[in-house]
């Protein structure tokens, strides 16, 4: 299931910056308020574009705020491609680190997560649109990354890649949700010491 696409309003065509300001506007406020703290009107006010312009591009709040969830790829996105065909896994491991400590040390991915945990059961479409456009990709990512160790003999024959997954991503969102934060720095050596655990990374390095 995917979020639904944006209706179709007639007339002059829409303008992509308009759309960019409204979707930013949603998820700024349910970052901050949750879907019961956000309205039309607010976002309307927020993105400086009326009520009937929202209305013209999405059919409910639901609907936007599906919408504006898929904006996250962009805002919090993959580290940059590179070819890591001739890297092992720990070197792979140790340039997506980077990146993956700025997001998790970051408040507003921690807000954004503890939110659409909160509305996983009153509004499960926020869920499956987070599941789909952010969690899936990066699943399907890590699964190709624990063929390969597995291939390199880095683990074990027969690992249970959903249930190894399980384990790292449960152990990132965790700590995410925690109320004291961690700097970029503590989140890198957290999720240095998460892949280490996991096997994926040798116990010392230089």
């Known amino acids: 299931m995917s979020a639904p696409e944006p209706s179709r309003g007639r007339g002059r065509p829409r303008d992509p910056r308009t759309d960019t ?4 506007a949603a998820l700024d406020l349910f970052i901050a308020g949750g879907v019961e703290g956000t309205s039309i ?4 006010q927020r993105a400086g574009v009326g009520k009937p312009t929202i209305y013209r591009r999405w059919s409910s709040k639901e609907e936007l705020l599906a919408s504006a969830i898929e904006t996250i790829r962009d805002q919090f996105p993959e580290p940059p491609a590179a070819d890591t065909t001739n ?3 720990a070197e792979v491991i140790r340039l997506v680190l980077p990146a993956a400590a700025r997001t998790l040390a970051e408040d507003r991915f921690r807000a954004l997560v503890a939110r659409i945990f909160g509305t996983s059961t009153s ?3 926020l869920m499956e649109t987070y599941w789909q456009h952010y969690v899936l990709p990066r699943r399907r990512a890590t699964w190709t990354l624990l063929e390969r160790a597995e291939r390199d003999g880095v683990l074990p024959a027969g690992t249970d890649y959903d249930v190894l997954i399980d384990m790292l991503v449960g ?8 109320p004291v934060p ?5 989140a890198h050596r957290y999720l240095e010491t998460v892949y280490r655990q996991a096997g994926l990374l040798p116990p010392h390095h230089t």
């Open 21 to 24: 300001a409204i979707l930013r």
């Open 41 to 44: 009107e607010q976002i309307a």
């Open 87 to 89: 890297l092992s896994v």
């Open 123 to 125: 509004h499960p479409a």
């Open 171 to 178: 152990a990132v969102l965790y700590r995410a949700i925690q």
């Open 182 to 186: 961690l700097t970029t720095a503590e």
